[in-house]
DNA sequence: GAAGTATAGTTTGGCAGCTAACGATCGGAT
DNA sequence: ATCCGATCGTTAGCTGCCAAACTATACTTC
C-alpha cells in the first residue's frame, strides 16, 4: 500500500492532482468491492443469493407487496438489472411477481413464504457481518462516514 | 429517503438490529455504484472505457510494466476478471501483452503508446470529476472518510 | 373513437464480476 | 532425469450491470 502511493507519487508528481478526492473516491470503490465479496463469501455463500439478490429481497421485505421500479431505485440499481434479478429470485422460489390489479404495464412483487422465513433467518446474520466489517471504527466514524456518503449520493442525484 | 427509514423502523423495530452498521455499509454500496456511473457517464463515455477498463490503464499507467496478478490486485479485482479486461483493452489497441523473458507461466503488460496518450488526456478530467464527487464535502471529511475506510479495507484483508 | 404523449417493464447487446478448474511452467527434492 | 507441489494465467459457467430500444398500456385532448 505505502509502495503503491510511492509509485503514484513518482508518476503523478508533475500533474496537479486532487489526491484527497482520489483517494476518497478510490477507496469508496475498492471498499464496496471487498464488502460485497466478504457477505458473499460468509452468509449469502450458502443460500446462493449475491449481495443484490439480497438486497432486492430485502427491499421487498421491507416495503411489503412492491413495484420494480420502485424496488430498484430502493436498491440502487436499473429496472432492467432489476428484472433481471427479478428473474432468477423467482426461479429460486423466494420472490413472486403477479400483476396489478387496475394498471395493465404495472407489475406487483412479493416474497414468498419461503423467501420471508429466508429473510427472517438470513438478516440477523447478514447485519452481524455488517457489524462485523465496520468494528474497527467507534460509533461517532461510522456515523460520519455514513453521512459523508449520503453527501455525495445527493450531490450526485442532484446533478 | 425518511419514508425509507420509516419503513425500515417498521419492519425491523423488534429486531436487535445495529442501524449504524447497515447505514454505513448500505451507502458505501449505493456511493460506489453513484459514482461508477456517474464516472462513466461523463469524463469515460466518449472514450468507450468502462470504470474497470480505465482503472486497469490507470494501474499499468503508474507502475509501468506489470504481471497480471499484480494489475488485478491493484485495481482490487480477481485475476480471472482481468484476463477479461486486458482481452477488452487488447482489442481497443490501448494495452499489450508479451511473454515474461525467462519464465514461460508469466505474461507482462505495458500500455500502447495510444494508451499512454489517452491517459495523459483522460487522467485530469478523471481527476476532476472525483473532485466534483467529493465538493460537498471539506478537506478533513474527505481525508476522515478515505481513513474510515482504508480501516475497513485493512480490517477485511486481514481476514 | 382516434391520435398523441407518457409510463412501466422487458429485451437486447455488450461488458464486468466472481469462483473453480484447467493446462503450462517452474523449482526443489530425490 | 524424474517426480511432486506450487504458481501463473486462462477458461467455463453463471450472475449482475448498464443504456437504449422496444412493446404494451394508460391518459388526455380533440
Given at each position: 500500500m505505502r509502495q503503491t502511493e510511492e509509485a503514484i507519487g513518482q508518476r503523478l508528481g508533475g500533474l496537479n492532482v486532487d489526491f484527497e478526492a482520489m483517494w476518497a473516491v478510490s477507496n469508496i470503490y475498492r471498499a464496496?468491492?471487498?464488502?460485497?465479496?466478504?457477505?458473499?463469501?460468509?452468509?449469502?455463500?450458502?443460500?446462493?443469493?449475491?449481495?443484490?439478490?439480497f438486497v432486492v429481497m430485502w427491499v421487498v421485505w421491507i416495503w411489503g407487496e412492491s413495484e420494480p421500479r420502485h424496488v430498484a431505485a430502493e436498491a440502487g440499481i436499473s429496472k432492467g438489472t432489476l428484472?433481471?434479478?427479478?428473474?432468477?429470485?423467482?426461479?429460486?422460489?423466494?420472490l413472486?411477481?403477479?400483476?396489478?390489479p387496475t394498471d395493465g404495464r404495472r407489475v406487483?412483487?412479493?416474497?414468498?413464504?419461503?423467501?420471508?422465513?429466508?429473510?427472517?433467518g438470513?438478516?440477523?446474520?447478514?447485519?452481524?457481518?455488517?457489524?462485523?466489517?465496520?468494528?474497527?471504527?467507534?460509533?461517532e466514524r461510522r456515523r460520519d462516514l455514513a453521512t459523508s456518503l449520503r453527501h455525495i449520493l445527493e450531490h450526485l442525484e442532484n446533478t
Open positions: 464496496s468491492s471487498a464488502i460485497r465479496n466478504h457477505l458473499e463469501q460468509t452468509v449469502l455463500r450458502d443460500t446462493g443469493l449475491t449481495w443484490t439478490g428484472t433481471g434479478v427479478v428473474k432468477t429470485l423467482e426461479s429460486y422460489r423466494h413472486r411477481r403477479f400483476p396489478h406487483m412483487l412479493a416474497l414468498t413464504p419461503t423467501g420471508e422465513r429466508l429473510m427472517l438470513l438478516f440477523p446474520e447478514f447485519n452481524r457481518q455488517e457489524a462485523f466489517v465496520v468494528k474497527k471504527l467507534d460509533s
